[in-house]
Nanobody
């Protein structure tokens, strides 16, 4: 089992920045990748970014390319999402997830609220 705890959400004005953190514990040695997802009110949860646990390969949704950066610190078992140039449409509950296999996210955090005011 892997446990995930997100932090760093909050209220920010449009154009501002936030950094989300996701601390992983448990069987982290078995992980293939970590990812960030978001779910806006009335919408389905969507993929935002991912990073491989060992190789550092990164993937982004088109909506955040050039604005967000995902990174990891394996010494701390923590993944970060630096979010710049935030827009009101980035308002959502943001979830960290961990995958044992490519694109199969088995573990989820509790979510953290990000609200971007216009």
């Amino acid at each position: 089992q892997v446990q995930l705890v997100e932090s760093g959400g909050g209220l920010v004005q449009a154009g501002g920045s936030l950094r989300l953190s996701c601390a992983a514990s448990g069987r982290t040695f078995s992980l293939f990748a970590m990812g960030w997802f978001r779910q806006a009110p009335g919408k389905e949860r969507e993929f935002v970014a991912s990073i491989s646990w060992s190789g550092g390969s990164q993937y982004y949704a088109d909506s955040v390319k050039g604005r967000f950066t995902i990174s990891r610190d394996n010494t701390k078992n923590t993944v970060y999402l630096q979010m710049n140039s935030l827009k009101p449409e980035d308002t959502a509950v943001w979830y960290c997830a961990a995958a044992n296999r490519a694109s199969e996210y088995d573990y989820w955090g509790q979510g953290t609220q990000v609200t971007v005011s216009s």
